[in-house]
């Protein structure tokens, strides 16, 4: 019976260390939803300029340069809807202009290459939590963004694979 508990322990242990799991630094948002938003509601046009870089251990270093057509919506309640390649996702608005989204690599999963994408998911980086932030004013007619955020992909508490993503995003209405 102690042979039992020491093998089911043993593979308990050998489990947990083999869990993957990660972090992301960056990507906080400091704007919150505001309710009177209407002097920037609007639908905002223009270009999001994106460098995502994958680091990925005993693999090597892949870099994406992008500048792509953006489209934003924002609404007199608050929210903010930021297209990409037919990928929209939801954001916020505060009362003074700032506004905000958060993304993951399901998100910009289009902006990024296959080969890139295969790297971070065979490291096991999960695609679906928030990898990084765009963030910024509207000062209408124009809006503008900082795109930033680290993504850290760890096996055993050790980091295996790391997305750094940043960039600026200008758009008008």
Do not use: H
Request: with cysteine.
């Amino acid at each position: 019976m102690k042979q039992f508990y020491l093998i089911f322990y043993l593979g308990l242990a050998g489990l947990l260390i083999g869990c993957a799991s990660s972090s992301s630094s960056g990507i906080e948002l400091t704007v919150s939803r505001g309710d009177a938003t209407a002097p920037y509601a609007g639908t905002y046009e223009g270009t999001v300029s994106l460098t995502s870089t994958a680091d990925v251990v005993s693999v090597g270093t892949a870099t994406n340069q992008r500048v792509e057509s953006i489209s934003v919506r924002v609404t007199a309640d608050g929210l903010a809807f930021l297209t990409v390649r037919g990928v929209t996702v939801s954001g916020v608005v505060d009362n003074d202009g700032n506004w905000g989204v958060q993304v993951s690599i399901d998100d910009m999963r289009s902006l990024l290459n296959d080969q890139t994408v295969a790297r971070l998911g065979d490291a096991g980086c999960p695609f679906s939590i928030k990898a990084a932030r765009i963030q910024g004013r509207i000062d209408p007619p124009a809006m503008r963004g900082e795109v930033g955020g680290v993504l850290k992909c760890k096996r055993a508490e050790v980091t295996v694979a790391t997305l750094s993503t940043a960039g600026t995003l200008v758009a008008s209405r």
